[in-house]
């Protein structure tokens, strides 16, 4: 999950990790389909930053038929007429991104909202499917899900297995203690003796492992520590158990504006693209490869570039600066020496 320079809204501070892992997993494991507070309506009507708890600004978008599009899609899910959207948010939720509103039901989040308008412009109902990030890929991979919207890096190892149609730009950033005076700086070697957490099986562990592999080379070191959830890792940070936690830009962000006047405020300490040095890294809804999925997705997302409901979507939620220009089809990703 990382890029991202995301909130900077007025945040409200009854969001704590415990409820939202109590109401993820007691109400969400299971497909269910979004009508009421946060779907489309016969109109096309899409709220967007709903019962969000203050970290977007509610907003109801306008996201008609594009008939054109909706002929591109594979017809047995133009037959059912539902597009199965997978996110990732199991067990805490990872606000801005994806997370439980306050009616303790709602799934809101960037990443849920544009699943939604990208239904709506389909001619599509959205049925959102909630599962752990390992879960995610299997209900894709079995066809339960059509396309996940979760914050997922665009790499050349994934691109083996699905079909990616990118939507936001994918920066990690690392979170410190206010006090502390350590910066990334963008070199590697400022990481050796310091205790970093990051979270199992992401684009950012994969990165960080290649970079202690560095560093082990050069005779030094860092270690890697894994928590259960994101509410394990910001108790030891602010206990100075860790000294960084490494992770996708909106979440620190997020979490940082949320200890700002707390015991124990935090900073970003630096940021790096989650595809390298080299290459700007790139988040994208993923289908299961040939599934026919990634061309109407991107095309729905481009359309809703040009008409202004995506930076709509992006400004609701202080995410303006991680825009794409443009949606591609599998552009390029991670290269497969550190993906």
Known sequence: M?????????LVRGL???TATAALAGGLTACSSDAKATGNDASGKVTVGAVSNGAAQQAELSAPVVESLR???PEAVRERGELVIG???LPAGFPPLAYVGTDQKTLTGAEPDLGRLVAATLGLKPVIKNSTWENLFVGIDSGKVDVAFTNVTVTEERKKKYDFASYRQDDLAFEALKEST???GGDHRNLAGRTVAV???TNQEKIL???QKKLQSEGKDLEVKYFPDSNSVYLALSGKKIDLNFGPNP???YHITQTASGNAPTRNAGSFSGAGETLQGLIAATSKKDSGLAAPVAGAINHLIKNGQYPQLLAAWNLSNEAVATSEVNPPGLPLTNS
């Open 16 to 18: 704590g990790a415990v």
């Open 2 to 10: 990382q890029r991202q320079s995301t909130l900077r809204t007025r």
């Open 87 to 89: 996110v990732g948010a």
């Open 199 to 201: 979270s199992r099986g």
């Open 209 to 211: 492992l290649e970079w």
């Open 182 to 184: 350590w910066n990334f």
């Open 251 to 253: 979440s620190i962000a």
């Open 71 to 73: 002929a591109q899609l």
